[in-house]
């Protein structure tokens, strides 16, 4: 532990059955560890409110206790925070989503498995049986960053009677400048595989060093995986890429098909903008010179919430998308006091 940081946080590591995963077309392991953050206060008497935190692509709930030097991990952070009485007392739940693909998107998927019904319809249980939680929506919270930041807005606009505050840092959103400017980079590398996604993971797997410069092929492989599924293709190649992959060229409706998951498309339906008005707390944030021009999509989306009556509050912060976990410092605060009231 880092020595400026002396809060030694309690963290419990439970195995969650996952029998929602179990036989998922990837073979990915159906029980998960689960981190959970546990309060100061917490005698497994008292009930507290919840926070599910959930980590970015290629990453899962471990990601948030890797140490950094000079830095806390989130749940040294989230100590201080409480100790200092900066922060309610809460547990902060860390989820498992990852796939072979390096992620799930948080939605239920024909390619991967069905994580939005895992976390929603059986983790939540399962926290709210193993620990001494507030068991109701008014006392439960959702975030994340990137892929957690997205799955997060996506899961408090879908599942309203599960959360009642929510908070997106820099989460995917406008898939046409997030997502699109990729393609070319991802068909370029595929074309090195003769346009074979199980050469290219076989070659990606194997290698003790993972390429870097491959890692646009992986991020767009598993979200055709997400948003564009093929069930009649056995995986590795269970998924319909949004491109030809020697043109480049746009595939219409498989791209309409990702559009539906794209929070800006998701804002423009009534039954979603009245989840967001039932929060009692949204918040989103981004950096000012993100990579994947996050930025943009959560301005416009920022702009859409105000023109449809939303309670929100959107924050722009001077840094870019990697290595910003110190923003959970604003929001889980201001999460956990709409919870805990």
């Known amino acids: 532990m880092n020595p400026r940081f002396t809060a030694k946080p309690s963290i419990a590591t439970i195995m969650a059955p996952g029998i929602t995963l179990a036989g998922n077309p990837l073979d990915d392991p159906h029980e998960r560890y689960v981190q959970v953050y546990l309060p100061p206060s917490y005698d497994g008497e008292r009930r507290f409110p919840v926070i599910y935190l959930l980590s970015g692509f290629a990453s899962t709930g471990r990601s948030f206790m890797n140490y950094s030097f000079g830095r806390p991990t989130v749940p040294e952070m989230v100590e201080k925070l409480i100790t200092e009485g900066a922060m309610q007392e809460c547990l902060i739940v860390m989820p498992d989503c990852m796939t072979r693909y390096g992620g799930s998107q948080y939605v239920d998927s024909d390619a991967t498995g069905r994580y939005e019904s895992y976390l929603v319809e059986e983790l939540i249980p399962f926290i709210d049986h193993s620990f001494a939680t507030l068991p109701r929506r008014e006392g439960r919270a959702i975030a994340g960053k990137s892929s957690g930041g997205f799955g997060a807005l996506r899961l408090a606009m879908k599942h309203p009677d599960c959360f009642s505050a929510a908070a997106c ?33 076989e070659t990606y797997e194997s290698a003790l060093k993972k390429p870097g410069n491959e890692f646009p092929l992986l991020d767009i492989i598993a979200m055709s995986a997400a948003y564009s599924p093929d069930r009649n293709k056995p995986a590795p190649e269970n998924m319909r890429l949004p491109f030809d992959t020697y043109t480049c060229e746009i595939i219409e409706p498989v791209w309409k098909e990702w559009l539906t998951f794209d929070p800006l498309s998701m804002i423009e339906h009534k039954k979603y903008r009245d989840a967001l008005r039932s929060l009692s707390l949204l918040y989103l944030d981004c950096g000012s010179f993100d990579e994947y021009n996050l930025q943009y999509g959560h301005r416009i989306f920022s ?9 929100h509050r959107y924050e722009e912060f001077p840094d870019s ?21």
């Open 321 to 341: 998308h990697t290595d910003t976990s110190y923003r959970y410092g604003v929001s889980l605060p201001e999460l956990s006091n709409v919870i805990s009231a």
């Open 303 to 311: 702009a859409k919430a105000k023109k449809y009556g939303i309670a």
């Open 169 to 201: 840092h820099s989460g995917d959103m406008y898939f046409e400048l997030c997502y699109r400017p990729n393609f070319p980079a991802a068909a370029r590398i595929l074309e090195r595989y003769r346009g074979s996604v199980s050469a290219f993971l």
